[in-house]
């Protein structure tokens, strides 16, 4: 009896440790601020449709804005690219082909409940000269993972796509 007892004080006291644990008060260290989850998300559709249109520009530094300073991008059959110049590099070779263009768009955002990291999803058309000059064109999926800056804008921090069977 005498055990049971105390395991029933400890499972009390740590149940109130818990709840008064998770009790802060504002501006403490451990506040945690309401996220609207459903807004964020939509938000970040939002940021994502804009990245996309500033392909439009053909511009690496536009385009490259939209990057973290320690992106990693996994581009298909190529090794990982490391930092924002690394990224923007790519869309300014990109960007040499007079017969790329690239559209996407991302059909579906999470963000996670702390507000302070969200993911894209969706479907991409690309066309780009081939071996011999040929143009090709294919579509395929990507995963983009956005971290919130100190400022409040979105910035991608990892970006992976690739090609549907053809």
Avoid at 24 to 45: F, M, R, T, W, Y
Avoid at 115 to 139: C, N, Q, R, V, Y
């Amino acid at each position: 009896m005498r055990s049971e007892m105390c395991v029933s004080a400890l499972v009390v006291a740590g149940a109130m440790g818990m709840s008064l644990g998770g009790c802060a008060s504002p501006g403490s260290a451990h506040a945690v601020k309401a996220v609207d989850i459903a807004a964020e998300s939509a938000e970040l559709l939002k940021v994502d449709a804009a990245w996309a249109a500033t392909i439009a520009t053909r511009d690496a530094a536009v385009v490259g804005a939209y990057f973290t300073d320690d992106v990693e991008i996994y581009p298909p059959g190529s090794p990982a690219l490391i930092g924002k110049s690394a990224a923007t590099a790519m869309w300014a070779h990109m960007f040499t082909d007079p017969a790329f263009s690239l559209s996407w768009k991302a059909t579906d955002a999470h963000v996670a409940t702390a507000g302070d990291l969200g993911m894209t999803t969706g479907g991409f058309e690309i066309t780009f000269s081939g071996p011999g000059g040929e143009k090709m064109a294919h579509g395929g999926k990507f995963v983009c993972i956005w971290t919130r800056q100190p400022d409040g804008t979105w910035k991608v921090y990892r970006d992976m796509w690739n090609a549907d069977a053809r």
